[in-house]
């Protein structure tokens, strides 16, 4: 039977802790990046659905941007409901846009054309493995119209071949651009035996574009690291986390908000960012004071706060 289980911690592909040219030796899959809200879904032994977010199980009364409440009652997941209660060793990952019945969609990207669930991911509790896509493809499509399709399949890429697959606009308009990719070897496993996924995201970000310096004076360390990793689409997950968190329909400013809000941009940047901060910076002296305060100011600045 299937429990709770984040999903997979996807790693920047060009400061990733694997080995590149033996993660790419292979047959890739490259989806777009979504940027919504992450989402799980699976079954007890009775047929009870279960929901959870990036890091908790959630429910009726702790609900993620009403994920919970529309998986367990819409009609249009219904059939996803059924596989999951008769397949209770899988666990069902997605990515939720909302949007649903008008309602605002989550993430920085506002345009997407069909909000809701996009399935991007199955697990088998059984193996312990992530099922390739087009296995779960073949079970979930006849029951659901939104399993996100790979853009590419790609038989042993190089580097440039996936760096140049970065810009896309799955399901947006043409004049909208994607956050980035996800790319996938479902056979490869890293020196540690762990199934590794990597990302690529776009030059709103920063990253990957030869825009952050490799050596820099100390003084100059804090402000390298909150300019390359801290961004707006950062700044909005973090409101988003605050507008679960206090069940706000809008952000609202004051103490307690502010104070959750900003020490999440922290948060996240130490739990998602530090070992490639380390990697790239080439084992930087960094002032942890200095650098929560800078966040702090980029923080309230994308709030127009000054």
């Not at 929560?292 to 994308?302: C, E, I, M, P, W």
Request: some cysteine; glycine content about 8%; overall charge negative.
């Amino acid at each position: 039977m299937a429990h709770y289980k984040s999903f997979i911690h996807v790693e920047r592909l060009e400061e990733s802790k694997f080995n590149i040219p033996a993660f790419l030796n292979n047959m890739v899959f490259v989806f777009s990046k979504l940027d919504g809200t992450n989402f799980c879904a699976w079954a007890d032994n009775d047929g009870n659905i279960h929901c959870g977010s990036r890091k908790r199980e959630i429910s009726e009364k702790q609900d993620n941007a009403q994920s919970f409440l529309y998986f367990t009652t819409e009609k249009e997941y219904a059939g996803l409901r059924e596989w999951l209660a008769e397949n209770p060793q899988y666990i069902l990952y997605g990515e939720w846009l909302h949007g649903m019945r008008g309602a605002k969609q989550t993430g920085t990207i506002k345009g997407y054309e069909k909000p809701g669930l996009w399935v991007i991911d199955v697990f088998d509790t059984e193996t312990g493995k992530y099922v390739p896509y087009p296995q779960y493809r073949e079970w979930l499509e006849p029951l659901y119209d939104q399993v996100e399709p790979p853009l590419y399949i790609v038989d042993h890429p190089t580097y440039k071949d996936i760096q140049e697959m970065v810009e896309n606009h799955f399901n947006l308009p043409e004049d909208v651009l994607g956050e980035g990719i996800v790319i996938k070897n479902y056979d490869y496993i890293d020196q540690w035996g762990h199934y590794q996924v990597a990302k690529i995201v776009n030059a709103e970000s920063k990253v990957g574009k030869g825009r952050i310096k490799t050596k820099v004076p100390l003084q100059e360390v804090e402000k390298t690291i909150i300019d390359a990793y801290v961004t707006d689409a950062d700044c909005e997950k973090a409101k988003q986390k605050v507008c679960v968190k206090f069940n706000l329909e809008e952000f609202e400013v004051n103490s307690k908000t502010m104070g959750f809000y900003l020490n999440a941009l922290y948060q996240d940047l130490i739990e998602e960012e530090l070992w490639t901060i380390v990697k790239k910076l080439k084992n930087p002296t960094i002032n942890f004071g200095l650098l929560r305060q800078g966040l702090f100011l980029k923080g309230r600045q994308y709030l127009g706060l000054g």
